[in-house]
Structures are given as C-alpha cells and as structure tokens.
C-alpha cells in the first residue's frame, strides 16, 4: 500500500485537537487558554526538520509530521495533544488535494518552554 493512503488501521494514536482562546479577567487583561474541539485518530512520526524545505531554506523546527483524516478547520493556530505531548500545528495540508487526508507539520512543545 502506498505511504500515500494509509488504511484506517495505520491511524493509532488518539490525537487530542484544541484551539487557543482568550478573554478578558476583570482588569482587563487577557487570559489564553485551550479549549478541546475534540479527539480523531493518526499517525504521529518524528520528523527532523531537514527533511523540510521551503523558499531554498532548510525549516529544521519541525519535529513531526501528523496525518489524520481530512480535517478542514485545522489551522497553524492550534495544537494537538498525544501521549503527554503538545505538538504546536506549524503547517496544515490537505496531501492530495482529494479531502482524503490532511498532514500537518508540528513542532514539539518541550515541557516548560513558554
């Protein structure tokens, strides 16, 4: 089977999907935070950043590469969750251009980096 479409079996990491939100506190200052949009299943691989190119420049900030079913509101803008990790969205794309499957290129938020 290609690398390209992978069976339903292949996807077996329960990936945690969230979104980032604000609001105001009673001073007015702002308060982020990450409210769940729900769970799919994946395939998470460790990438090194090498094997990403883009405008004649090597990205070596990627850490993994996540493919899932085709999700259309996964943006660069959120996170996703697995195994105890946070994976920061750096790049989403839909690989065939079918709304088959959806890549995203994520980078691993290490704990206690801001």
């Not at 479409?5 to 969230?18: C, D, P």
Request: charged residues 30%.
């Amino acid at each position: 089977m290609s690398e390209r479409y992978k069976s339903a079996g292949a996807l077996r990491q329960k990936v945690v999907i969230e979104t980032k939100t604000e609001s105001r506190d009673s001073y007015g200052q702002v308060d982020e935070s990450w409210e769940t949009l729900g769970s799919v299943w994946a395939d998470v691989r460790p990438r090194s950043g090498s094997e990403f190119y883009a405008a004649d420049q090597v990205h070596s900030n990627i850490t993994h590469l996540v493919e899932l079913r085709h999700h259309p509101g996964l943006t660069s803008s959120m996170r996703l969750r697995f195994d105890g990790r946070t994976l920061n969205v750096g790049a989403v794309m839909d690989i065939d251009g079918r709304r088959r499957r959806t890549q995203a290129l994520c980078i691993e938020k290490k704990a206690g980096a801001s």
